[in-house]
């Protein structure tokens, strides 16, 4: 099946550092998603991408849609301690199901 | 305010028993879901319904089961077949069109076997 190969699976920076994420696939998506989970919650959308190279900014985050359509990332500037979360990357094909990548889990140190 | 509920937040088992967990949605979604997620684990798809009185299995299935006969509730019993039940269950909906606007998830049910 479709898989998202999601990098790095976690980061440890420090405050108001800038953080880079990203997701790779073999298989091409017409639709990108970046969700942040926080601990104990469901997680929640965060920026959506629908156009091949698109780039989309949502306050202190930035997202890319992949020219090849098979890749995507997630930065986040100016890191902030509410920063830390659980961020998965999604991509829909087809079959309108999602495929969530395995998540970056951040910690930042004040 | 339109969301998704699940209930309850905490729920503990005894092993051997089925456990029912509810999701209900008002965002008039026709697409209901439910993935499983555990300790460092990215989200594991178990069943979804894309309309009333119609679902399908995910990738992790087996020990499950679903049932939609209103398009606002989609319940999960997690039965005794289920190998290794504790977890955290997210259920999530979404409107089944041609533009994808994500999914809109509950803030999700920790399961314990005791």
């Known amino acids: 099946g479709q898989q998202l190969n999601q990098s790095p699976q976690s980061m440890f920076i420090q405050e108001g550092e800038d953080v880079s994420m990203n997701c790779t696939s073999s298989s091409i998506f017409n639709t990108w998603l970046w969700y942040k989970q926080d601990p104990g919650e469901g997680p929640v959308l965060l920026i959506a991408l629908y156009k091949a190279g698109e780039l989309t900014s949502n306050g202190r985050l930035t997202a890319q849609f992949g020219i090849t359509r098979k890749d995507s990332f997630l930065n986040i500037s100016a890191s902030i301690p509410s920063d830390v979360g659980i961020y998965f990357c999604?991509?829909?094909?087809?079959?309108?199901?999602?495929?969530f990548g395995q998540g970056t889990r951040l910690t930042i140190n004040p | 305010d339109g969301g998704i509920t699940q209930s309850p937040k905490y729920l503990f088992r005894k092993e051997g028993q089925n456990v029912t967990l509810s999701c209900e949605q008002n965002?008039?979604?026709?697409?209901m879901y439910w993935y499983r997620q555990d300790p460092g684990q990215g989200l594991r798809l178990i069943y979804y319904s894309q309309i009333v009185n119609d679902f399908q299995k995910g990738d992790i299935a087996e020990g499950y089961s679903v049932s939609r006969e209103k398009k606002e509730s989609f319940p999960l019993t997690v039965t005794s077949a289920q190998k290794n039940p504790t977890a955290f269950y997210l259920c999530?909906?979404?409107?089944?069109?041609?533009?994808?606007?994500?999914?809109?998830f509950g803030s999700g049910t920790r399961l314990t076997v005791v």
């Open positions: 965002l008039n979604h026709d697409a």
């Open positions: 999604a991509g829909v094909a087809g079959a309108q199901k999602l495929v």
């Open positions: 999530a909906s979404s409107i089944d069109g041609r533009r994808h606007y994500g999914y809109t």
